[in-house]
């Protein structure tokens, strides 16, 4: 994709500058008219085809490369996608991934530690505490989630009814469910139908601990 024709004309003028030429020397140079030289650094031409680009290299005494990279012909050097950002080792942190969790005497008891993980800081709200849980089972393939996929969980009381929580059931092993309360019911919800919502109704509600809110899956190959 070509550059913006007047975006390749001011960087043809900054470069002509300079070199301190005058339109007439870089026309001459590249054996171009003086006419279609102004044109082009005022933006009044299409960005020219690869023979005039070599032409106008010549004429500037600049790279080809160069010249082909401002009109759009080819990728910078060393360039990265739009979509994709540099990041140093500060900017990460390393989570840890359990494959279990309980209640335990202090809240939230961490087993089965399976090492560490790494996610970027800016993601993350740092006044939070976070962990990577990995998941068993297929309860919440309809969301995406499958066996042996981790979930980042982020340790909060607090979510909106229908979030994903990991939520510790009587003290037991944790789980991944969508859940739904209200002032005498909590309702723990798979994402896949062969499984029954849980239902807890009044005391029962005292048997549901929440771990965290999942803030983000993870897959690897």
Avoid at 34 to 41: G, T
Avoid at 54 to 77: H, M, Q, T, V, W
Avoid at 103 to 115: F, I, S
């Amino acid at each position: 994709m070509s550059t913006d024709p007047k975006i390749f004309g001011s960087k043809l003028k900054e470069l002509r500058e300079k070199h301190r030429f005058t339109v007439r020397q870089v026309a001459k140079q590249a054996d171009i008219s003086s006419a279609y030289w102004s044109q082009l650094e005022n933006g009044k031409r299409n960005v020219p085809k690869p023979v005039t680009l070599n032409k106008i290299a010549d004429g500037l005494r600049e790279p080809r490369d160069l010249i082909f990279n401002i009109a759009g012909y080819l990728p910078e050097k060393n360039k990265l996608p739009d979509n994709i950002q540099p990041a140093s080792p500060e900017n990460f942190v390393g989570l840890p991934v359990v494959g279990v969790i309980k209640a335990g005497p202090n809240g939230v008891a961490m087993e089965e530690h399976l090492g560490t993980e790494f996610t970027i800081k800016n993601n993350l709200d740092m006044s939070f505490d976070y962990f990577w849980l990995k998941v068993s089972g297929d309860s919440m393939i309809g969301d995406g989630i499958n066996d042996g996929d981790y979930a980042m969980i982020k340790k909060t009381l607090d979510f909106n009814n229908g979030d994903i929580c990991a939520v510790i059931v009587d003290g037991e092993e944790g789980t991944l469910k969508h859940i739904t309360k209200s002032a005498d019911t909590i309702v723990l919800t798979a994402s896949n139908p062969a499984y029954e919502p849980r239902v807890f109704i009044g005391k029962e509600m005292n048997k549901i601990m929440i771990a965290g809110k999942l803030v983000q899956t993870m897959r690897k190959y």
